[in-house]
């Protein structure tokens, strides 16, 4: 009978070598991602992760549990982290969403045993999701180099700084303090399980077989959502200038268009 240590071996030894991901002999040139070559192997390691275990789970989880369950689920994450977004609504002059937030949390909170039940949103309190870079961003701090934390996946030098900040102000970081470390765990695992759940359900593992690059496609498509949340969906003139449809300056276009008299 094989040990628990002898089992584990070949799965963490496919995982080390997933995480061996081909860097291209530019990488680092991007002033937007000069730690690309760092930031392809972190992303190969979260990929096989992914692939090896989070998925898996996550798609028992969902063959297992109903609906309904793990949409309560679901909802208990989501009511957990309302404090950390009316603290950034707040911080960020949203104080009429500050308060909408608050009184989202405390009716959930007790009618809705613990968010179990979104009764807020029955009663169309709606939620603003607000993180502690996007109040960086707001205050004017730059978004910093590109970054892929190990098992957060992208992020960057300022948004780096939300994860401590929503982990500060969620009420279980206390409920939890002097459990023991299984509890914490327990806990983590499910949100991750849950976060892994809603991506599928967003259609988001169809779109990955259909980049060439992956980790171009998830870097670009990350600081663009970024940049909308900071702006609240508004775009720059820089990137309204980028939608628009350039002038062909081709000699071609010298010629009349059809009805018009020169």
Same mark, same amino acid.
């Given at each position: 009978m094989k040990t628990w240590q002898s089992a584990l071996l070949p799965s963490l030894a496919a995982l080390l070598l997933a995480g061996c991901a081909q860097v291209p002999p530019d990488a680092g040139q991007n002033p937007d991602d000069p730690y690309e070559a760092f930031n392809r192997q972190m992303f190969a390691f979260n990929d096989g992760l992914d692939r090896m275990l989070l998925k898996p789970v996550t798609?028992?989880?969902?063959?297992?549990?109903?609906?309904?369950?793990?949409? =309560?689920?679901?909802?208990?994450? *989501?009511?957990?982290?309302?404090? &950390?977004?009316?603290?950034?609504?707040?911080?960020? +002059?949203?104080?009429?969403?500050?308060?909408?937030?608050?009184?989202?949390?405390?009716?959930?909170?007790?009618? =809705?045993?613990?968010?179990?039940? *979104?009764?807020?949103?029955?009663? &169309?309190?709606?939620?603003?999701?607000?993180?502690? +870079?996007?109040?960086?961003?707001?205050?004017?701090?730059?978004?910093?180099?590109?970054?892929?934390?190990p098992l957060l996946g992208p992020s960057g030098m300022r948004d780096v700084f939300q994860w401590p900040v929503q982990s500060g102000l969620n009420p279980m970081t206390y409920t939890l303090w002097n459990e023991e470390w299984y509890w914490g765990t327990g806990y983590a695992a499910l949100d991750a399980v849950d976060a892994r759940s809603k991506m599928i359900d967003a259609g988001l593992d169809d779109m990955r077989a259909n980049v060439v690059d992956e980790y171009a496609a998830v870097r670009s498509a990350y600081r663009q959502m970024r940049r909308s949340l900071v702006a609240d969906g508004e775009q720059t003139a820089e990137e309204e200038l980028g939608t628009l449809t350039p002038l062909s300056l081709d000699e071609d276009d010298d010629e009349p268009a059809p009805g018009r008299k020169e």
């Open positions: 798609l028992g989880y969902r063959a297992v549990v109903p609906e309904m369950a793990r949409d =309560g689920v679901s909802n208990v994450m *989501d009511n957990m982290r309302e404090p &950390g977004n009316a603290f950034n609504s707040f911080m960020q +002059g949203k104080v009429s969403e500050g308060i909408s937030t608050v009184f989202r949390f405390l009716l959930n909170t007790t009618i =809705g045993i613990g968010g179990i039940f *979104d009764v807020a949103g029955r009663v &169309g309190m709606e939620q603003h999701k607000e993180d502690f +870079g996007q109040t960086l961003g707001v205050w004017g701090v730059g978004p910093g180099p590109y970054l892929v934390l």
